[in-house]
């Protein structure tokens, strides 16, 4: 007895085997014998009621920011067009812009 045991000569083996679902066969059968067989369909339920609440939240939510980026988008796109009719406009001689202002304020679809 004079060697020094190893534990790194042992392994990381375990040393039995289980069929399985043998321990959850155990659980079912304790919970029948002593009546509470329905905890397992509660928590069962439960799980599944939480998984389909988290996926809707979350598809609610890249849902929002989806739409919400497209309206960003939407109103920078309007601005830009905005902006460059302006400065055609504000390029044109006075002249021009008297004449383009005179029809406008006569077009019958614009001042419906």
């Known amino acids: 007895m004079e060697k020094e045991f190893d534990f790194n000569r042992i392994g990381k083996r375990m040393p039995y085997t289980t069929p399985d679902g043998f321990l959850d066969d155990i659980e079912r059968n304790v919970l029948k014998e002593t009546g509470n ?5 509660t928590k069962r339920r439960f799980l599944g009621i939480r998984i389909v609440t988290g996926t809707a939240v979350a598809a609610a939510i890249v ?3 989806v739409l919400n980026n497209r309206n960003i988008t939407n109103v920078t796109e309007e601005t830009d067009e ?3 009719v302006e400065q055609a406009f504000n390029n044109l001689s006075v002249e021009d812009q008297d004449y383009m202002l005179e029809i406008y304020q006569n077009d019958i679809f614009l001042n419906e």
């Open 37 to 41: 067989e329905r905890v397992i369909h």
């Open 82 to 84: 905005m902006f460059k």
């Open 63 to 65: 849902l929002f920011f």
